[in-house]
């Protein structure tokens, strides 16, 4: 059997954090005795430094669990605006700071799947079955081999025929919402929802099964280029399938400190959407391209990386700001 998150197990998280540094480096009274950022004067000594600094204070585990389960759907039809990539990057530093998340990858490209190195070839348990009502979510939950408090359920190329399949089923956009409802014997603190760069039936599930909306922007010309698009189909959602939809939250993506452009998208979106966008911005970042060839998020594939630190602190605004 699958072992439940929330579960007896071992706090892996902080146990990493030590493995990462010598035994020199730590004081007896267990705290790491590392030396001023002043004394370190390399940039890789610079960035193994924060790497014990984050894995430190996030094995910690300060954040809040939220009052109830919180269920977010990533969603922008525009592609490549990093909705996969916040959504496992964030789910990551949530798990890495003691909550227990799941990832429900309603894309048929399954790159979510493979950014948390879950296997997904055809014929996996998988978002699809479960869509269908083929089997019950549970029995498509994978662990992430990397977070004993991350899950993922995968997308394998079936979901591509979903779109189809479902306009004849019964209660075609509130399937997801039944499947995660059933899902009773789990305790997940976060529920990350990541859709398709489309408005069709897969990402209408989504937002019936949840309350919350976060929109990635990237912050690239044509940034708000199909928004009002976006937000006219959620509040038909809101209006016919789900009273309680709500775009909560808005990440800005890919920032690049050295254009002016990024700085103009910025405060245009800020001017847009107020404060339900997050202060902490994720920087274009290589490190953060790269970790999904890895199957590993930027947590553990450079957790020193400003990338990681990023989501890091966009995971701590997420919890905090809203219960
Ligand atoms: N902060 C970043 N810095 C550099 N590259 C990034 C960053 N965020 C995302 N990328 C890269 O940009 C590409 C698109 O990101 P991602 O897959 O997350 O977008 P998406 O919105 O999920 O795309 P799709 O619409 O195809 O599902 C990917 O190659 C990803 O690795
Ligand atoms: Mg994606």
Redesign the pocket.
Known sequence: MTPQPGGPARDVSRETARDDVSRETWSEAGEPAWPEPAAIDTPIGAEAERAVRLLHAAAKGTLPRPERQRVFTIA?QK????????AVNVAAALALQGLNTLVIDL?P?G?ASTALGIEHRPGTPSSYEVLIGEIPLRDALQRSPHSDRLYCVPATIDLAGAEIELVSMVAREGRLRSALASLTDYNFDYVFI?C??SLGLLTINAFVAAPEVLI?IQCEYYALEGVGQLMRTIEMVKAHLNPQLDVTTVIL??YDGRTKLADQVASDVRAHFGDKVLRTV?????K??EA?GYGMTILGYDPGSR?AMSYLDASREIAERRQ
């Open positions: 922008n592609g490549g605006v990093g909705k996969t990539t916040t894309d490209q790159n990541d398709p760069p990635p993506t890919m994720i920087p274009r970042s290589v953060v391209s999904p990338g």
